[in-house]
């Protein structure tokens, strides 16, 4: 990790720059991805497989059976586990659900907001270095709990026993099919794999920009969400061997991650620093780690203030206060992503089972994009009903507003019916 002692505004710019922040080569690919998909459906996704992932079948859904056979492939702790991660993500976010509004504005003139769940929604679930099966539960419970019908799941080929095993415990359709190819294959639809409502799920830089680019041609999102993050703020009473391990539990999700120190101790900074190089040596992924590590700085700053006004600016995806008093900082924290208190709240946690969403804006889209939450599969509804009492109530101010506004018909609809209701 670079170290920045007491810097600069413009050398903790350059020190907090994101990896591969504007790469037209990705976008490029992508845009050629997605125009492939949409001009020759599931051919161009067979083709894909063969191309990128070295994955020569014809078929691109995975069987319900070879979903069920999954079980008996997987240990009973790996069953428990995800049960028990079912469980808290299910609590909390049921706890999520919101209240219809109903409320007579005036007398004879009531209005409504209903909130609706998505019919079909379009699970993205990484595969590559690291199988996500936390992702499949951090986005299906939701949309279970949402009651969204439908649920359409991508996943790169050649996913592992437990990944099958947490597919197959939500009735959906999966198909194996990764990458941008396929968010195209979900945003428009093919032969076999269902146009969707909404696209879910993080991925690499491609699914990113495929996300965005499909966001644009007007398919809804959950957020731009792309390589993983961490920023730790540590005071003097910080563990340095914890803070090493939360910053290498992010190092190793991939080479374009980014993990962030801030401390505001000199011999902590330097304690953590050392405690991550002893630490990555043990790690199965350092050469992951490694290379993420080059692209991660460490700060050492005079006060709390200061660390926080860093983050803020920075917005991380993961924000870790390991300090003597978290949520005395935290009242001060304005963008995040996910937030973890104190020195016993790793960001593991918030990866697997403490029932938080681990689907969380990267890249600074936390200063104003909101993580996966229940609401995220909701939509909302308006109705308004109201009496010939009523309509006279408002019809002066409504004609007159259509009439500044040019359009005769709409206040000529407000007159009309005013005219039958006075009779």
């Not at 730790?232 to 539990?249: C, E, G, H, R, Y």
């Not at 918030?350 to 200063?367: C, I, K, M």
Request: hydrophobic share 40%; proline share 6%.
């Amino acid at each position: 990790m670079k170290s920045l002692k007491y810097p600069t505004k413009s050398q903790i710019a350059e020190g907090l720059k994101r990896p591969l922040q504007d790469d037209p080569e990705t976008k490029q690919r992508v845009s050629q991805i997605i125009a492939e998909v949409r001009q020759n459906g599931d051919a161009a996704l067979i083709r894909l497989n063969r191309e990128i992932d070295k994955y020569n079948s014809q078929l691109l859904e995975i069987s319900k059976l070879k979903l069920e056979q999954a079980k008996n492939a997987v240990s009973q702790d790996i069953v428990t586990s995800i049960t028990q991660a079912i469980a808290n993500i299910d609590k909390f976010h049921a706890a999520q659900k919101p209240q219809d509004v109903s409320i007579c504005t005036m007398p004879g003139i009531c209005c409504e907001l209903q909130y609706k769940p998505l019919e079909r929604v379009g699970l993205y679930i990484p595969g590559g270095t690291a199988p996500l099966l936390s992702t499949v539960l951090m986005l299906a419970v939701p949309a279970k709990v949402a009651g969204c019908k439908e649920l359409v799941i991508c996943t790169p080929p050649n996913p592992t026993p437990e990944l099958l095993y947490s597919l197959s415990l939500f009735n959906a359709r999966v198909f194996t099919v990764g990458g941008a190819q396929a968010v195209a294959a979900m945003a428009f639809g093919t032969a076999s794999i269902p146009k969707v409502d909404k696209i879910f799920g993080p991925g690499n830089r491609f699914v990113t920009e495929a996300k965005v680019q499909v966001s644009a041609m007007g398919i809804p999102i959950d957020m731009p969400a792309g390589p993983s993050e961490v920023l730790i703020i540590a005071d003097q009473t910080a563990n340095p061997a914890f803070v090493a391990v939360d910053l290498l539990s992010q190092a190793e999700h991939g080479t374009d991650s980014q993990v962030v120190l801030i401390a505001t101790n000199e011999s902590i900074l330097d304690a953590c620093l050392k405690a991550v190089n002893e630490q990555v040596v043990t790690l199965p992924r350092r050469g992951i780690a490694l290379q993420c590590l080059e692209n991660s700085t460490a700060i050492l700053v005079d006060n709390l203030d200061e660390a926080i006004a860093i983050s803020n600016e920075y917005a991380p995806e993961h924000l870790i206060l390991a300090v003597d008093k978290p949520n005395e900082l935290a009242e001060n924290v304005e963008n995040a992503g996910s937030v973890f208190l104190g020195h016993f709240t790793p960001e593991s946690v918030g990866d697997y089972t403490s029932g938080t969403n681990h689907t969380l804006p990267t890249s600074g889209f936390a200063r104003n994009w909101s993580g996966v939450n229940l609401l995220s599969f909701l939509k909302t509804i308006t109705f308004q009903q109201l009496t010939s009492e009523g309509l006279s109530s408002i019809a002066k101010a409504t004609t007159s507003l259509a009439r500044a506004e040019g359009l005769e018909a709409h206040a000529r609809a407000v007159e009309k019916r005013a005219v039958v209701g006075s009779r």
